[in-house]
């Protein structure tokens, strides 16, 4: 790919002049002054057809969530400053993983034997957790995303959801899940506070899905993304792609956006520890441009992107629901990272893709005061590299198993 857009900007390129620049200013009330000048810049997109409710609708969503932005934004001026990198960036966005287990195999996740699980005394408890979301919460972080392992095998989940909630400063949480066991509980979470479903599924054909997770449980996903579409204003779908294994399913995973509120979001296949990656099973974004593009041509539709988004987003002219790419491999978004992330047994990760992690559950069970696990944070933070080694060296690099980091 010749520029950081290549193919995009080029096929792009007609569709780019039905863009309109219109700035937050003219979309906000009056009662809410915009001066942040990041957000000041964003252009909406105009509607997809004037003429229908559902352009109008996504019209809406989009000044909904830059206002939104920017009043979080005013909010987190009285808080303690943030924790920040040598390269300015800001880290407002905390993964945090409950579990090491998982109820799936999925192949690109885990060596097929399993891992070993870290026992259970040396995992951080619900009160260490609540502790550490407090903390990265009086520093400005906003958002927050529960992963694992899977973060419905525990019993207590929805209770963690609810006292995460209750942490001042926190205004979005999400879950990444598999969707297996999670369906008989989506209202509750809903209630508790959750925000947003990211659920995985990396195929449409039955066998195809128990060959990836290793597992037998595609109907009740189905069930699940169905169920919480009706209860989420978010629901997002997404599909590692992997070469020969269903790279060929991208068009018929964008089809399911027509009638439906979904984001389906296509992951570049990452290579961590034990998923026995190989540059001949990875199906980069240009390839998977190249088979949308010839699919759907100029109805594809270029959507806009919030700030630190790791999603190129697109939709389809008259479609309900959108599509994007996370490049993280071949075009990556090192230069806006705000997250970082905590894995089950506390270990704080600056980078999916660094190696380097440092204990906050040894730091907290050395009785620290919440002074010094921020002073930990801050310094762990401060030692983020500038963007990671690239697919051709990561592949070679020691890093654990996604299973136990949480994605
Ligand atoms: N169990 C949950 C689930 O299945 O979504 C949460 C944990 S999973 C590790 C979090 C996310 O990481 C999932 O969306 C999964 O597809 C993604 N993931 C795992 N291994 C990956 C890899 N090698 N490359 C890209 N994405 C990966």
């Not at 957000?39 to 909406?44: G, L, N, P, T």
């Not at 010839?294 to 959507?303: A, K, P, T």
Request: glycine share 6%.
């Amino acid at each position: 790919m010749g520029s950081r857009l290549g193919p995009l900007v080029r096929s792009t390129q007609l569709l780019s002049t039905r863009f309109i620049s219109e700035t937050v200013s003219s979309a906000a009330p009056t009662t809410t002054p915009l001066t942040d000048s990041t957000v000041d810049r964003i252009a909406i997109p105009p509607p997809v057809d004037s003429a229908t409710e559902l352009s109008r609708e996504s019209h809406l969503r989009n000044r909904r969530k830059i206002i939104q932005a920017a009043i979080r934004e005013k909010e987190k001026r009285s808080l303690l400053p943030p924790f920040e990198d040598n390269f300015g960036r800001k880290h407002t966005y905390l993964r945090i993983a409950l579990t090491e287990k998982c109820n799936l195999r999925c192949l690109y996740c885990m060596p097929a034997e399993g891992v070993p699980l870290t026992p259970k005394p040396h995992l951080l408890t619900v009160d260490e957790i609540i502790r550490i979301v407090e903390v990265f919460a009086a520093h400005g972080m906003d958002k927050i995303r529960l992963t694992g392992g899977e973060p419905s095998v525990r019993k207590d989940f929805t209770e963690i959801v609810r006292r995460i909630k209750e942490v001042k400063g926190v205004t979005q949480i999400g879950v990444t899940t598999n969707g297996i066991a999670i369906g008989k509980r989506l209202q509750e979470l809903r209630d508790a506070g959750l925000s947003q479903m990211n659920i995985s599924l990396d195929s449409l054909n039955p066998e195809k899905y128990m060959m990836i997770t290793r597992t037998n449980g595609f109907k009740k996903v189905m069930e699940t993304i169905e169920k919480a579409e009706g209860i989420f204003d978010s629901v997002k779908v997404n599909v590692v792609v992997m070469k020969n294994v269903n790279d060929m399913e991208i068009c018929d995973f964008i089809e399911m956006t027509k009638d439906r509120n979904l984001s389906v979001r296509f992951i570049e296949f990452m290579p961590f520890g034990g998923n026995k990656f190989t540059l001949n099973k990875f199906f980069s974004f240009k390839d998977m441009w190249q088979m949308v593009e010839s699919r759907f041509g100029d109805s594809i539709y270029r959507l806009v992107d919030t700030p630190n988004d790791t999603t190129k987003a697109f939709r389809i002219r008259g479609y309900r629901g959108e599509f994007g790419f996370i490049t993280s491999m071949t075009e990556h978004f090192c230069s806006s990272c705000n997250r970082v992330r905590v894995t089950a047994d506390g270990n704080l990760k600056v980078c999916l893709h660094g190696n380097s992690e440092v204990s906050l559950r040894d730091v907290m069970r050395s009785g620290a005061s919440n002074e010094e696990l921020s002073e930990t944070i801050s310094q762990a933070v401060k030692r983020k590299k500038k963007q990671h080694a690239g697919v051709e060296n990561l592949q070679h690099l020691k890093n654990r198993p996604m299973i136990l980091i949480g994605g």
